[in-house]
């Protein structure tokens, strides 16, 4: 049974009822980000409970020191960890001497709260009587700025029910944090200094190793019934630095609290000038105030919606779905710093480490290709480039070399951080997805210029490496590619994964087309990256007899390609075949168990269909789909949405819809039940991709944008924009037909199911 206890609603995650049981996973759904730093759902006041205390910043890291059982030659030397960043939104609170904790009232009622996808806030609401007797009304909103991205904004609101009282208000920053992630429980963070000037307060403190610089600061304003109260008490610690304000109240009146408080970093100020940084946004703040920031915040996501938003009619469920993944996808990352990317927890839990994996190449950036302009996506492509240099460090630690790049697992800054073996050395078809990322960006937004500038130098990069990697076998007079792990990673250490090896192909043949295409029209590129990489004629003949004649596994009497050398020998048990009480079996199964069985942890030959669907039929993807599925447990993240896009392709809507379902509220339903740990950022992409590319149609084919659009039963119509080479069309489909409306300045052709359609600027055409 998943859980139950969100509210549908079209626009807002909505929570009512305190259950402790809760808390985590409620931390986690009702997190809030602005792309530059983020925050899980904590409670402003103590909390005695089990919780999890997160704040994050974007691209601000520790190497923890790899830890494994024993070391083999090749080991990352650390593995990245997301940091816990020093707390800003803590307020003290007591009341007549007994302090505010919702571990330890006697009574909480009314509570509820409430994370507003459309306007980008957070808020709680509750009652509470605590052990003194006294009942207060405490109603809290907070959001992080995206028009300020280094600052969020608290207004806290304490109403006394039932006598008068001394409420204290002891607003604090604390940089004495602790990781959940951790090899050796090592100290991340050093605190420098801690200041309190007046209502502020200021922590400077820099992580170890790296040594960013962040400076942690607050300013809170005290307020009974309007009356200002002034700060009596202040007090500074070693890693820590609190207020205190002391507030006489009535029975039925309220103390209100408003908080500012935020980082600055030394990414992108002097580290030696961070506190006068953190001066200046307060007093920018200041001068705007609470009210004036939240309708800044709301226009902001005004504006990001009327792009991105995806509309379903007759399903709350689903629609509140496909925006829950739209609204976290855009707090991490909102694409205004190439130097970032979108890490597979964003700002919502610190599991994984790194802040990139393959899934932003395959997965995410469709969903910014289509919905931002393309400059969005091309910086998702030059982060790649930045980091060209050490995919090529990365490959010479394995024994590579003439410049052969393999991209990271894991990676925050281009190195190698991932610390299980069969992970980051066997996992290897990242290196295809990047590559297939920038062929992808080409097909879509017909911008060549990133190959000849940028992109050329990555795609050598990485044929060099597949050619280094394979190897001629006698036996089958054909190359083969031994000892990997494809996308699913209950398969380690297998020979000629299928998915592998059809990518090492296509990638050398689309680099060989590049090298082509770029010595005909660019020759001054052509020249740069030829005497930069050395490339010769003798290398390009290796590389093309491997292409030529590389090993695909295959089944004659299924005809069906084969995951890898050796899948059929398993006992093929398929999932329906499971009892229930054995699923998930990562979590029920030893790992020895899992390895020995068929079941595939997430889409992996059927992710070759969808990346290279125009290479085969729709005989072949049948066959291969309904081969594979029934083996599929779905226990990746990234898994039911290509199953839902191939089944959509398929014609099975009833079965696209159920993969879809399950993509989209994968975090809202806790299907693997670790929602507590966060959410699972980069495959939200793909409940886009289930939409757009599955129920949608989209694709584009001969250079022409097309539709096959279908709808599910259980809706009445859907919408989506998708921004086309800087035009935006809106596609709506309801069970009577799809109609499309075109913005922009010139006429437009597309094709729906096979037949071109041209489109006017600013008139609706029904198909």
């Known amino acids: 049974m998943n859980q139950d206890y969100i509210k549908a609603n079209p626009w807002s995650i909505i929570e009512e009822g305190f259950d402790k049981e809760r808390v985590q996973s409620s931390e986690s759904l009702f997190s809030i980000g602005n792309g530059a730093m983020g925050q899980r759902a904590n409670f402003e006041e103590n909390y005695t409970g089990e919780t999890f205390q997160g704040s994050y910043i974007a691209g601000v890291y520790y190497p923890d020191k790899t830890k494994v059982g024993w070391w083999k030659n090749g080991y990352p030397e650390y593995f990245a960890k997301v940091l816990n960043a020093p707390n800003w939104i803590g307020i003290g609170i007591s009341v007549d001497g007994e302090e505010l904790d919702l571990n330890t009232c006697t009574d909480v009622s009314g509570f509820r709260r409430e994370l507003n996808m459309q306007e980008g806030w957070y808020k709680r609401q509750f009652n509470a009587t605590l052990a003194n007797g006294i009942a207060i009304t405490v109603t809290t909103t907070r959001f992080l700025s995206l028009t300020m991205d280094e600052v969020g904004a608290i207004s806290y609101n304490i109403t006394l029910n039932n006598k008068d009282a001394k409420v204290v208000v002891s607003p604090y920053i604390d ?27 200021f922590i400077e403190a820099h992580t170890l190793k790296t040594n960013f610089a962040t400076c942690t600061f607050m300013q809170t304003n005290v307020a009974v019934e309007g009356a200002e109260v002034v700060s009596e008490d202040s007090e500074s610690k070693e890693t820590s630095a609190s207020l205190s304000y002391i507030a006489n109240a009535k029975k039925g009146e309220t103390v209100s609290i408003t908080k500012f408080g935020g980082y600055t970093v030394s990414t992108n100020h002097k580290a030696s000038a961070l506190v006068d940084a953190a001066n200046s946004v307060l007093d920018r703040a200041t001068e705007i105030g609470f009210e004036q920031l939240l309708e800044d915040q709301k226009q902001a996501w005004a504006k990001i919606w009327s792009m991105s938003d995806i509309t379903i009619d007759g399903d709350v469920k689903a629609q509140q779905g496909i925006r829950f993944n739209i609204f976290q996808l855009n707090q991490t990352y909102l694409g205004t710093d ?48 930045n980091q060209l240099e050490k995919a090529i460090e990365n490959a010479e630690k394995l024994g590579f070399s003439n410049g052969a790049a393999l991209y990271p697992m894991v990676t925050m800054n281009g190195e190698e951080c991932h610390n299980e073996w069969e992970i980051t050395f066997e996992e290897i078809h990242r290196n295809g997805a990047i590559a297939f990322a920038i062929f992808n960006y080409y097909r879509y937004t017909g911008d060549y210029s990133y190959i000849p500038e940028m992109g050329l130098e990555v795609l050598i990069g990485i044929s060099r490496f597949w050619q280094q990697r394979a190897n001629y076998s006698a036996q089958k007079k054909k190359y083969v590619i031994l000892g990997v792990t494809g996308p699913n990673e209950y398969e380690n250490n297998v020979n000629n994964n299928w998915y592998t090896n059809y990518l090492a192909k296509w990638c050398i043949d689309y680099t060989l087309e590049q090298i082509a295409k770029v010595k005909e029209g660019y020759h001054e590129d052509y020249e740069r990256i030829m005497g930069h990489t050395k490339l010769t004629d003798n290398e390009l003949d290796q590389w093309k007899k491997v292409a030529k004649d590389m090993y695909f596994p295959f089944d004659e009497d299924l005809q069906v390609y084969l995951q890898q050398d050796g899948f059929l020998d398993k006992e093929m048990v398929q999932v329906k075949d499971l009892p229930r009480s054995e699923r998930p079996i990562n979590q029920k199964w030893s790992w020895d168990r899992i390895l020995r069985s068929p079941y595939i942890k997430q889409a992996d030959t059927l992710q070759g269909f969808y990346f290279f669907e125009d290479q085969f039929t729709q005989e072949e993807l049948e066959r291969h789909f309904d081969f594979y599925e029934p083996f599929t447990v779905h226990e990746s993240s990234l898994s039911p949405c290509v199953h839902s896009i191939q089944a959509a392709k398929l014609g099975r809507m009833d079965q696209a819809y159920t993969f879809y379902l399950r993509t989209s509220r994968l975090d809202l339903d806790d299907y693997n039940k670790e929602v507590e740990e966060g959410l699972h950022i980069t495959s939200m992409a793909g409940t886009w991709m289930s939409i757009v590319e599955g129920f949608g149609g989209m694709r584009v084919i001969e250079d022409k944008l097309c539709f096959t659009p ?53 008139k609706n055409v029904a198909v």
């Open 175 to 201: 940089s004495g944090i602790t990781n959940r992630d951790t090899n050796w429980n090592d100290q991340f963070w050093n605190t420098t200094s801690v200041k309190i000037k007046d209502n502020r307060a």
């Open 338 to 385: 190439s130097r970032l990317n979108i890490g597979p927890k964003g700002f919502t839990g610190e599991k994984y480490g790194g802040s990139t994996y393959w899934d932003t190449e395959a997965y995410c950036l469709p969903f910014y290709m289509a919905t931002k302009d393309q400059t969005v996506a091309r910086k998702l492509l030059k982060y790649r480039y």
């Open 710 to 762: 279908q709808i599910p039963k259980e809706w009445d119509a859907y919408s989506f924009k998708i921004n086309f080479r800087d035009r935006i069309i809106k596609v709506t489909v309801s069970k009577e037909g799809s109609s499309y409306e075109l913005t922009g300045d010139e006429e437009m052709s597309i094709r729906v199911h096979g037949e071109r359609v041209v489109l006017q600027p600013g």
